[in-house]
């Protein structure tokens, strides 16, 4: 297993246009996370699967934004009319429910995707 | 609100020398759990060390250690004998809860390591 895969790592897109990202996550992790990070902030939590179940979405910032896991396995975010604000850097990371944001490679980040909105 | 803060935005140290980042935080928990991570220019971010706030006892990770203090909220980094590899932002997180969701970051220190 390579780690927690993001595609694309460049996204550069006109305002108003609508954005979609995927994140696979580390095969046998049940749970998968998304994170926004801005220029010289450090990455603030958007929402989390357990398995395809989105167990927490009150943190998604904007009604602009959905994220889905449909099988369990893989995720996507999307934007939806995107704005100029959310340009940033999107993290995708995912562990083991039992524990695993407390073990040493329990929580495997993503290289990110980083999104830029002209 | 639980905030974390890192009051020193930028940082830079010879190589060899030892070097400590402040990070305090804000919450009404009792039990929580506290992590430095390391951000490189690869971006993925790279857990330095944990600690659990119920143990008294400073977390150690070969040359990085902590000096937790709890009455404080206040839960520094320190990293010995730097090496040029240590060159990356540094984050300190938090999660207040057993069951691990999710992280709140603090805005990151910006760490050089000069040859």
């Known amino acids: 297993d390579t780690g927690v895969s993001q595609n694309p790592r460049h996204k550069i897109t006109k305002r108003g246009q609508n954005v979609t990202f995927r994140c696979d996550p580390i095969?046998?992790?049940?749970?998968l996370y998304w994170y926004r990070q801005t220029l010289g902030q450090g990455p603030e939590f958007l929402t989390y699967f357990q398995n395809e179940a989105q167990l927490e979405k009150s943190r998604l910032l904007s009604d602009r934004f959905s994220a889905e896991r449909p099988k369990g396995s893989f995720s996507t975010l999307e934007i939806q009319r995107t704005e100029q604000g959310d340009s940033a850097m999107y993290l995708c990371?995912?562990?083991?429910?039992?524990?695993?944001?407390?073990?040493?490679?329990?929580?495997?980040f993503g290289s990110g995707t980083r999104l830029t909105v002209v | 609100a639980q905030t974390v803060t890192q009051s020193q935005p930028e940082m830079s140290v010879q190589e060899a020398e030892t070097v400590t980042l402040s990070c305090t935080y804000d919450?009404?928990?009792?039990?929580?759990?506290l992590f430095w991570y390391k951000q490189p220019p690869s971006r993925q971010m790279i857990l330095v060390i944990r600690?659990?706030?119920?143990?008294?006892q400073n977390a150690t990770e070969n040359r990085f250690s902590v000096n937790f203090q709890k009455a404080a909220k206040s839960f520094s980094l320190k990293i010995s004998d730097s090496q040029l590899g240590d060159t990356a932002m540094y984050f300190c997180a938090f999660t207040p809860n057993n069951y691990g969701q999710n992280f709140v970051f603090g805005p990151g220190t910006r760490l050089s390591v000069l040859p």
């Open positions: 990371a995912s562990s083991l429910a039992a524990g695993g944001m407390f073990s040493r490679y329990g929580y495997t």
């Open positions: 095969s046998e992790h049940n749970r």
């Open positions: 919450t009404s928990e009792n039990n929580y759990y």
């Open positions: 600690q659990e706030a119920y143990k008294q």
